[in-house]
């Protein structure tokens, strides 16, 4: 048997915000895989969001973040070993383009995993008829389980912010039932109605349970409406202006506070799972199938299922009994 891995380089082209907090899951079980091992994250070609925004929440799970590492530029690399010639127990390469492979694998490494050219060039193979599902995370953590020889458990704890902490207790104190709702989406056509979550909201206040609003950035404009709808919810991610102030800890901070949420397919739905929210995700015009969270435990509401692939399709209904059955 081959012993635990010292070192890991886990090797990705680069990472907005928005495809770093997709990735987390992976990152939570990478560390649960090797509690022990130095992790480096490799942006081989662009920057990394793990080295900026959220360096404090990954803060014990990636040690050490290497940004634009020349594999955009493959000459110099094939005239001298890429990272100075560093040696990594394991290798992950989360990516499927062969000639970054091939440089890959110029690093003196003892295990190289990796899904370009049909697994042809990895050093661990899945079992024949092995189909790459639609999901990029799930496709990073099936390299994971290759290299780990054991399930995906991402549940290694995020560091969260003490003020974003305090600031999500203060908000949202020890007692009821919290209910998040993330009405927004970066395309409204994306988002659920919001009457249809303001409808949803005065449901859960029947059944004794308090609303939540976690709204971003570009969605200050409905803050009016809501409040004056549904006056009894909170609105934790408000600043003292009145307007969505955007903190990637903060909505997780709350996220932990929550019963349950409701997201539409988007960022927030991410975020929410990275706090290990049970959430309902409601899709429309794109495919669950590629885009649905990670979270530990969800429901996944697809308008199709309901006639349309508008998401106006979606009931009510058909969510607050979602809701029902996570809380269940």
């Known amino acids: 048997m ?13 990472d907005l915000v928005g495809d770093a907090v997709m990735k987390l899951p992976f990152v939570r079980a ?3 895989a090797w509690p022990d091992a130095h992790i480096t994250w490799c942006a081989g070609k662009y920057k990394s969001a793990f080295a900026t925004e959220l360096a404090p929440l990954v803060s014990g799970l990636i040690d050490e973040v290497i940004e634009e590492a020349g594999f955009d530029r493959p000459l110099p690399l094939l005239l001298r070993r890429p990272l100075e010639g560093r040696h990594f127990d394991l290798v992950i390469d989360t990516q499927r383009g062969v000639p970054a492979t091939l440089l890959l694998h110029r690093i003196r490494h003892r295990l190289l995993v990796s899904g370009a050219a049909d ?7 899945p079992a024949k008829g092995y189909e790459r ?3 990029m995370v799930r ?11 054991k399930t995906a458990q991402p549940d290694a704890p995020l560091v969260i912010d003490p003020e974003a902490r305090a600031a999500a207790q203060v908000a949202l104190p020890e007692g009821p039932a919290y209910v998040g709702f993330a009405p ?15 409808a949803l909201a005065d449901q859960q206040i029947a059944c004794g349970r308090v609303p ?11 803050v009016e409406t809501l409040r004056a709808a549904v006056p009894d ?3 934790p991610t408000l600043g003292d202006h009145g307007q969505p102030t955007p903190s990637i800890a903060l909505t997780i901070a709350v996220g932990q506070r929550l019963a349950a949420a409701v997201a539409n397919d988007a960022g927030a739905g991410h975020i929410l799972a990275a706090a290990d929210t049970p959430l309902v995700s409601l899709f429309g015009p794109t495919p669950a199938a590629k885009f649905a969270p990670s979270a530990l435990r969800r429901e996944i509401i697809e308008a199709q299922s309901f006639g349309a692939p508008e998401m106006k399709a979606i009931p009510v209904a058909a969510v607050a009994a979602a809701v029902d059955r996570l809380l269940g």
Do not use: T
């Open 119 to 125: 697994f042809y060039l990895s050093g661990a193979k």
């Open 184 to 198: 927004g989406a970066g395309g409204r056509q994306k988002c659920w109605p919001l009457e249809n979550f303001i």
């Open 133 to 135: 599902p639609a999901a």
């Open 233 to 235: 919810a909170l609105f």
């Open 212 to 222: 939540v609003f976690i709204l971003g950035p570009g969605e200050g404009d409905w």
């Open 30 to 32: 990478a560390r649960h």
């Open 2 to 14: 081959e012993p635990s891995p010292k070192s890991v380089l886990v090797y990705v082209g680069g």
């Open 139 to 149: 496709q990073m953590l099936d390299l994971l389980e290759l290299a780990s020889g």
